[in-house]
């Protein structure tokens, strides 16, 4: 499997930027949430999504110890360790120690990433030590499935 042109990544993600965030959601200009933003980059740069998400609450990441964004990633995407991600990977994010990794965002430079934050939409800002100690995965969107 080969990687897709990260340029054409980041300038698909930045198409997002002021897109409202909304649970569950996956529309550019209209609302997204980090993972709704991630589909939409799929589609995109690589096309039609391999399988429909289901429906998820806003505490799903404290259910249980099951990794489930990161498994889902790994069987389409490929893995590439947190500390050699580039830009134009997705990144994924423990919020709490311990926890699972539940927040999606996209590197768009060695210091910046672009991701869906509640009150505030799709956003573009620096990656900070505080996010970069919480990346907890890694991958590259495929050229094709």
Known sequence: MRAADPERVIAAARAWL???????ASLRGVGCDCLGLARGVWREVVGAEPFPIPPYSRDWGETGPHEVLAEGARTMMIAVSPAKARPGALVLFRM????IAKHVGILTGPDSFLHAYEWL??????L???WRRRIAFAFLFPDEV
């Open 128 to 130: 900070t030590q505080s």
């Open 18 to 24: 002021g897109t409202p965030y909304h649970d569950q």
């Open 121 to 126: 939409g799709v956003i573009e800002e620096p």
């Open 96 to 99: 709490m120690p311990r926890a």
